[in-house]
């Protein structure tokens, strides 16, 4: 049988995903460790997670500096020291912070687990915050603040989520050039103090885990309570949308101007989170998008634009982002609720939602592939206080979603009206 080039492969449909689901154990002082025990490599990722993202902070930079800050040195080693004993090993270390959590990560070789974690442990319950790194670190970022400060698609990103919460709400404080100069050691080392002990840490690993996991984990970290551990405050927090739609920041020597259209919105704990990415992904949530196709295929205004749902624990916010030639921003912006309109007037051509549908659960089965990929999946709803029959509902939501229900999700939650709009570039 000769195979016909021309035409493409029928699509085959999705019924069911099954997600491996993590395990849950305690351990001796409380800490709560969930393990996804998958692969085949002897390697395994740990990562240790704390409510400590930049939505626990009193200032800018805080939560970002006592987290990045940690490995900088300990009461028994120097950076170089931890940096080159764990690179021995042949492990990874790396730090992350995001809105709401940051996080600690180790990925190691099973049989050099214990020697690697020996060293995690000095940086998460000894660190000393060396005034010399604190001093390089903070210079460092300055400057990196400072050229970014130049870029227009950074400068749309900072300015519009100001416009979406208010410039007080933790969502929404943007980092100013001043606002490094007011960070110093005391508030960083305060920071971590109330926010890095074992009453705050979930632990989750993932990977082909060692049957003694548990075991070497309580030896490190489970044997006693660690750190000053005190109540996690959250933050009392009023939202301050922008009363004015439309914003703009000129930058006279830009080449291009970078547009943001959008408004807050919900989490994934609503019950429109699911359909709404079925509408979200048909607007610009793909690169077969209706905005792709228009305003980067046709009309060639753009390399790429896109929209999404930012997902935040306390909150969530939909956008539209792209960089424009700043000859055809006004046409651009007018292309936009254009194709809002007609999410709003007309209904979704049936084969369209189908090729969406395929695109969602398919990337949602990429999505599960390998033991980093389920951690990162049980995190996504661990993190919202979910279970795992969160996915189930969003399977049966895409499957189910009629243009009927796209329609009236676009007019509940689209109207120009509600959109904020910013563009930053040359008038």
Not at 66 to 90: C, P, V, W
Not at 193 to 221: D, E, M
Not at 248 to 259: C, L, N, R, V
Not at 298 to 308: C, F, L, W
């Amino acid at each position: 049988m000769t195979l016909n080039r021309k035409l493409a492969p029928d699509f085959k449909t999705i019924d069911k995903i099954d997600i491996q689901h993590a395990e849950s154990s305690t351990l001796d002082n409380g800490i709560k460790v969930y393990t996804i025990d998958s692969g085949s490599q002897e390697l395994t990722k740990i990562e240790f997670i704390f409510k400590a993202g930049m939505y626990y902070q009193d200032q800018p930079l805080v939560a970002s500096a006592s987290n990045n800050l940690l490995e900088t040195g300990t009461k028994s080693y120097t950076a170089n020291q931890l940096s080159d004993e764990i690179d021995f090993f042949g492990s990874f270390f790396e730090c992350a912070v995001d809105q709401d959590y940051s996080a600690l990560a180790l990925f190691s070789l099973n049989k050099y687990l214990d020697k690697s974690l020996h060293y995690v442990e000095e940086i998460i319950k000894y660190p000393t915050f060396p005034k010399d790194e604190f001093d390089i670190y903070i210079s460092n970022k300055k400057q990196k603040h400072l050229v970014n400060s130049q870029k227009v698609n950074v400068l749309a990103r900072r300015r519009f989520t100001e416009l979406l919460f208010g410039e007080q709400h933790p969502y929404g404080r943007d980092v100013k050039t001043e606002d490094f100069d007011k960070l110093n050691l005391d508030v960083i080392k305060s920071f971590y103090r109330s926010h890095y002990h074992s009453s705050n840490c979930t632990i989750v690993a993932s990977g082909k885990l060692p049957a003694t996991l548990i075991q070497v984990l309580n030896q490190f970290f489970g044997q006693t309570t660690w750190g000053d551990v005190q109540p996690i405050n959250t933050p009392v927090t009023k939202l301050s949308t922008s009363s004015e739609r439309k914003h703009f920041i000129e930058k006279p020597d830009a080449i291009q101007s970078a547009i943001r259209v959008g408004r807050t919105l919900f989490n994934k704990t609503h019950p429109d989170y699911f359909k709404f990415q079925v509408l979200n992904t048909i607007l610009g949530g793909y690169f077969g998008s209706r905005l792709m196709a228009n305003i980067r295929e046709d009309k060639g205004y753009t390399y790429g634009i896109g929209s999404g749902l930012s997902s935040l624990v306390n909150g969530g916010y939909f956008f539209i982002s792209t960089e424009v030639g700043a000859d055809v921003t006004n046409n651009t912006l007018e292309e936009i609720y254009k194709e809002i309109k007609l999410l709003r007037d007309h209904l979704v051509n049936p084969e369209e939602l189908e090729t969406v549908r395929n695109y969602i659960l398919g990337q949602f089965l990429r999505s599960v592939d390998g033991p980093y990929a389920l951690a990162d999946k049980f995190k996504a709803i661990w993190e919202f206080g979910l279970d795992y029959d969160y996915f189930e509902k969003y399977f049966d939501a895409v499957k189910k979603i009629t243009p009927e229900e796209i329609k009236a999700l676009a007019n509940t939650y689209l109207q120009e009206k509600d959109l904020i709009e910013l563009v930053v570039g040359k008038k």
